[in-house]
């Protein structure tokens, strides 16, 4: 009995610190070869545009981009981006206050690989709609 409490506790605890720390995601991207689809989150539709535009010009074969929220500011991870495209996306991002951050509507309709967050599905379902 009290080991399914301990892991009844323990599952609660880890759901909790889970959601905690996508409240602090603003906006997830994937991606892949040199495209970008928005998974989680939104943002202004000319700094998707320019983060699109720094990946492109990388040639970025696979990453995931993350605005996150840092206190009064907006800040960057881009696991899969080399050092240079990374301080690039950077620097297009310091160009957004937090505000406006917080205010963007969604860039356009989102398939179900993008509600739940799911990189394969997304990519899977965006590209059987242009096909």
Known sequence: MLAVQGLLVATALLALLWAAARARQ?????????????????????????LVDVVT????????????RAGDRARLEGPGLDPLSLQRARNVLGTYPLARLHNAAPLR??????????????????DRRRS
């Not at 603003?26 to 998707?48: E, H, K, N, Q, T």
């Not at 010009?57 to 996150?68: G, H, Q």
């Not at 799911?118 to 965006?126: D, I, T, Y």
């Open 26 to 50: 603003l906006c997830v991207m994937s991606v892949r070869d040199g495209r970008v689809l928005v998974m989680r989150g939104s943002l202004p539709a000319s700094l998707f545009e320019g």
């Open 109 to 126: 309709r989102r398939n179900l690989g993008q509600r739940l967050g799911v990189a394969w599905l997304g990519w899977w379902l965006h």
């Open 57 to 68: 010009r990388a040639k970025t074969p696979r990453a995931t981009i993350r605005v996150l």
